[in-house]
């Protein structure tokens, strides 16, 4: 048993948050509300320099071209992407999309992956749809075969990253009923292919995302990503990825959102004395370090486990989701309170590191879907 | 013990209903159904129906041009106002200020600005809080200096909630520098309009630009604006917020609010089934509601004792409490009702413009509105201060 | 909208208060765990008194020979019953036993309504099973008709109040499956009947229950209470009217447990000072005191509604179970926590009372039976 | 990072697992799984058959017949053991005293003392905790005055756990009154047949004689009694406070615990389900299983820097208070999970007599356990004070 970083991630984490912190007037700005004119959702200069000091690489085994991809080398990037309330798209490109690339490819479409790693190509993955709510198996998106052509025809729900992607992700129905684990194929789509059309907006806790309308939409056979009605397997492995990502990513805002608490109780003056002497809310802050404390640990378990079987892949990365996704919760409303009007405005740094928390609940399955897949596993 | 409402109650809430039905637009319960704003416009608008109505002002004495109603009457109509789906009043004139004009301000003050809060001339905002003060009223720093027929104002205002469209502004200064604490605080009107006042925008961390700064420079203020006695300000500050505590409890918008999120849980397909029969969000939703259920009869009990003219006491720390964690409980259950779809920012959506907004009726402002109300807890005396007013009187202790 | 009491049951509440207060120690004697020698379960005397104080008469109607029986007197006695700690049957011999016979007696049955007011007749409801839990349709109890015979073969689990019972309801189902509401009866049994043995024990939070074994009961027709089979909306009333009954008495002993809560905290002294002015405990001592409006709230509204539909009921009786559950557990968890050490001895008032409010629960159902029944009834 | 244990502590795992099925007594297992106590001869035994293993003395170093185990090992251990139902030691002489006197106390009490420790001829109680002085053990009040070559002792200790059982107590008495606080406190062992002391049982709300207070009248006591200095055993107070807190977080019992409830739920029929499937009890069930397996990971990640000589700090307070709600929430839900069964209190059952308990198996101990173990979060530091110590590291204010 040992819970030290190696030397290797260990170097990974300083310069990344090295880095961050010398960037953070860039990130914050490109990570506001309301900041409309950058219609890319995110800082392209950072994402050169993010590939440049290898953290996209450090995303993928070293098989795919990278020199990573292990649960604690996604826990150690995102945790900083999530102490800087970074919204650059790494999960999108990265783990979602170079990953299905890099497991299911072609050679030719992994060349993408190394793309992906140079930091010269953006992707997206349009799976979600306006019904499936948070179920990967629920796909509606219909494939038609027209003589060599396959027909795409649906909509595809808020793809995160989609109008920086060069190419998206498309899942879709060949065989079966919209429930059905078997018959979902995935493509490889540029975005600007004709049939294919976004309609973007921002999002609430920054970043980027669009409605992506399939309207017959047609691929050669070429296009597909993998075999033909056999991509969930790798649409559940993938997203078992992302969200031990997004678990690292939200753990790593609660840190900074209890840093920033800490601070202000220890500076801010009321009634005379700085209100961290108050003890209901010393006791309420103790509260929220010890919760920080299990969603750390849940987050090195689901990391330490996803190299496991499914089954146990399944079972703590749920597991993880529902605990950070409370802790979160609990993190960033308490945070929100102990810090007053302040903390509702805009500009200082919580009310964006809050959002992150919180709104990281709303992919792959808020905490009571997590705590059903827990439920589901433990009986299986 | 009687839970039924009286026949005279019943009757006055039909009449009610009617009013509404006739006489709020569509466009605006629309609006408020789904969250979006109004906008100043808006505001003005519903402001003259329910002024042509005559029932702008539940609680003013008629020799006002009042209502006069008692409390259940004042419950009841929040209550139907709340589920048709109308716009809130804005408060500051009506509800705040009105009040303390009415028991401390001159006959001429009364005369001049009462008028012109019902027919909505004057817009007012409240100058009370101070960046440093907090919930800590009594600490506030903004000097009055009395001049002549004049004082003259240096200092800044903040949390000044749509203060934009103000064209007065009510203020509490201090007066007397050398007075302890709560003394030495006067209550002031000022005209926005007057140099060296300047508004800035606080936008909130949902984007929305609801509360301001306002920055006083060598403000020259005529001493006719005082409001009572120099150094009294105080006395008048504690009536106004006595009276800021009405419908504290916000029953209604937690009505409204549930049923919203019932009406998104049953549109929305979670494994194959509305999600409003899933039983880890039936259970979440049912607590809320039987948790509103039992706050809804507190409520009723504290009006029907005020309503017989007794004092509400420490119950209405405890309403404020209550009301606030039962209100953010369901904002928290909208955002979840509206799955990926809370994760959208279309602000052109929010404020009514002609972009469609994503995702099921309502889904667009979830988010939104879960992370304003936040301030729910923290505006208005922080649920803190409400403990340790209420223990204050169940245990004597201090802070 | 009243909420004042009338002036009637303002003095049944004031005169059973002052009977209670001045009757302290004979019914703390009777409450305590352990008091074995007591197989009755509670003090014999004070049941008289209470009858002659006209307590039992307040749960029944004039009609049925009482004065008065609505909602709002079952809640006036049984708050008064739960600041007390009295373990006192009367939720068994009155409101269940009393009111069935009530509801369903012929007038022969009637005449031990008279005698329960009167306080010379107990009963007991022997309805749950071994495997029922709180389902009130679960009856796998059978009765087989042998000649003009009936035969009752079944076991009865933890029957409340069966040893001191003269007479025990007991339910047998006559047609349909285990969990079917049709085809249940109910049976008017002498205590001492062969072919019904009881094996009695204390009860955690004080009083008496047995487990009640039917072994070939045989009985005639006459014993029946009400139409053959058609027992199961009787007692769905009988149910609802002890459930309220059970929230008003938790709503007591709530106020109790704040009150001694409150009076600690402004007398213990730690670190030189009354714990009660740390602001960590009063700010959760105010907690206490919102969740006590709530839980009153929810027996009002419990109350008020014993006489609307069978509809209204269920939901409201439901909704204030399971308010009043939550709201309790916290109350007896918190009030402990707050007193510390001393709160964990049997000889401590609050030890019982503590016991008396979160045992409740397990009568007809806890918090979460309560909740989904609310949320059935939601739906229906 | 790594989450897998060495091939080294696989096979003293599997070395541990192949000892407790081979001399763990079928009955004790039986009787610890369902909740029943164990008795005074019980908790002999099972001391004299690890005492046989060699295993009795986890953390004491080896020269004075321990194992020696490192962090690691002993969590294992602990693990093992909790999962086979195995009784618990009782700790007062082997993690307490022990600890004190290996460190502090003379060659000749280490010579006399710690050998009849494991062979279990002494039985150990502790005399710390005072009426009145709660979680304050700094303003004890019982007085040791020197008289030639004894203390006399007078005062009264209270809470103190298995006190009938014991012949021998470590107390904390105050030898100099004039001292301030902490000062002038001495460790002292009193045998507790020594005329003037008297044992009397406090009994517990869930019905159980657990804990005494022990009342000293003139007591004489050999001043080679005295463990250390005179006047500093607030020094050897606090390091065996620091002893006590070994396995604080409880995995083990709340892992056996939770394997407990989960029996009952399968076997318990809830609207024609076992209530194991029931979706309102299985979201309470995952939630304390998750919670635990994060803690689990706490704790391990503390053990792992304790075995590589780091010390625990603030982290003991974390898992103290996050150990301890995981606990009472499980006893909570094992009490839900026996239903009307939670009722009865059939404490012949529980005392392990022939009368049967009611019910599904382990439903009889679920209420009393619950009650009693409210006990967790006050005894040992209450989770208050823990938080306060939290507070204090990382806020550096008072109380």
């Known amino acids: ?239 078992n990825r992302a969200e031990v990502a997004l678990v690292a990513e939200t753990l790593g805002a609660m840190e900074v959102a209890t840093d920033l608490t800490r601070e202000y109780l220890l500076t801010r003056q009321q009634f005379g004395r700085p209100i961290g002497s108050f003890q209901a809310l010393q006791h309420r802050m103790a509260t929220l370090l010890i919760e920080l404390e299990q969603a750390r640990s849940a987050v090195i378990n689901a990391a330490g486990h996803l190299e496991a079987t499914a089954a146990e892949q399944a079972l703590h990365v749920a597991a993880a989701r529902n605990l950070v996704g409370r802790a979160g919760r609990l993190v960033a ?48 | 013990m009687d839970l039924n409402y009286s026949v005279e109650e019943q009757a006055f809430r039909a009449e009610v209903q009617e009013f509404l039905s006739q006489k709020l637009p569509k466009e605006m319960s629309d609006a408020i159904r789904v969250g979006r704003e109004l906008g100043k416009e808006g505001h003005e608008k519903w402001h003259a129906i329910l002024n042509e109505q005559g029932w702008l002002a539940p609680n003013w004495p008629k020799e006002f041009g009042g209502c006069e109603w008692n409390a259940v009457q004042r419950h009841i109509f929040e209550e139907e106002c709340c589920r048709a789906h109308a716009p809130r009043i804005v408060p500051f004139g009506l509800a705040m200020l009105a009040p303390v004009l009415q028991k401390f301000g001159s006959k001429e003050q009364q005369d001049h600005y009462l008028p012109r809060i019902l027919s909505g001339e004057d817009w007012w905002c409240q100058g009370y809080s101070e960046p440093g003060a907090g919930s800590d009223l009594a600490s506030l720093k903004t000097r009055a200096v009395r001049e002549g027929d004049h004082y003259v104002v240096n200092g800044q205002k903040t949390w000044t909630t749509l203060g934009q469209h103000a064209n007065w502004i009510f203020c509490l200064v201090r007066t007397d520098p050398d007075a302890k604490q709560q003394s030495g605080i006067s209550f002031l009107l000022i005209d926005m309009d007057t140099p060296g006042i300047e508004v800035r925008p606080i936008i909130l961390l949902d ?77 979440r939703v049912a607590r809320a509601e039987i948790d509103l259920m039992a706050m809804s009869t507190t409520n009723l009990r504290i009006i029907s004792r005020a309503a017989s003219g007794q004092a509400p006491g420490v119950e209405s720390s405890m309403l404020k409490v209550k009301g606030t964690e039962i209100r953010q409980e369901i904002n928290d259950l909208a955002r979840r009702a509206a799955g990926a779809y809370a994760m959208p920012f279309v602000s052109e959506a929010l404020e009514g413009g002609n972009e469609p907004a994503m995702g099921p ?39």
Chains 1, 3 share one sequence.
């Open chain 1, 1 to 239: 048993m040992n819970f030290d970083l190696t030397d290797e991630r260990q170097m990974l984490q300083d310069s990344l948050r090295r880095f961050l912190r010398d960037n953070q007037e860039a990130l914050s700005a490109s990570t506001r509300l309301g900041n409309s004119d950058n219609t890319l959702g995110f800082d392209a200069e950072i994402w050169a320099k993010l590939a440049e000091l290898g953290v996209i690489g450090a995303l993928f085994s070293e098989e795919d071209g990278g020199f990573g991809g292990a649960g604690f080398d996604l826990t150690t990037v995102f945790e900083e992407l999530g102490r800087a309330g970074a919204v650059e798209p790494l999960l999108d490109t990265a783990i979602l999309g170079g990953g299905l690339i890099a497991a299911l490819g072609t050679e030719v479409q992994k060349e993408l992956v190394e793309q992906v790693i140079g930091g010269e190509v953006h992707l997206a993955l349009a799976h979600g749809e306006p019904n499936s709510r948070y179920d990967l198996a629920q796909v509606e998106t219909t494939v038609i075969h027209e003589g060599d052509e396959l027909v795409l025809t649906g909509r595809k729900a808020v793809v995160v990253n989609a109008e920086a992607a060069d190419y998206l992700i498309v899942s879709a129905r060949e065989t079966g009923v919209a429930n059905d684990e078997e018959g979902i194929s995935l493509f490889l789509v540029p975005r600007d292919s004709a049939g294919l059309s976004l309609r973007g907006y921002p999002l609430m806790a920054g970043g980027r995302a669009a409605e992506v309308d399939l309207d017959g939409l047609r691929l050669s056979a070429a296009a597909r990503l993998g075999a033909a009605g056999a991509g969930f397997a790798a649409l559940k492995r993938a997203s």
């Open chain 1, 333 to 380: 409303e308490e945070s929100i309170q102990l810090h007053g009007g302040i903390a509702m405005t805009e500009e200082y740094e919580l009310a964006h590191i809050a959002k992150r928390i919180v709104m990281a609940e709303h992919r792959f399955g808020d905490t009571d879907t997590q705590l059903e897949r827990f439920i589901d596993q433990s009986a299986a």
């Open chain 2, 207 to 283: 984007g929305t630009h609801e509360v301001n700064e306002v920055w006083f420079t060598d403000v020259k203020v005529p001493v006719e604006n005082l409001v009572g006695e120099e150094n009294k300000g105080w006395t008048y500050a504690k009536y106004l917020l006595t009276h800021e505590r009405t419908n504290i409890a916000g029953v209604g918008f937690s009505r409204a609010g549930l049923d919203a999120v019932k009406r998104m849980a049953g549109s929305q397909m979670h494994r194959g089934k509305p999600l409003s029969e899933n039983p880890h969000f039936a259970a």
């Open chain 2, 361 to 399: 009726e309502g889904s667009a402002a979830t988010a939104p509105q879960y992370f304003n109300n936040r301030k729910l807890s923290i505006f208005g005396g922080s649920n803190e201060i409400q403990k340790n007013i209420i223990a204050k009187v169940k245990l004597g202790g201090g802070a």
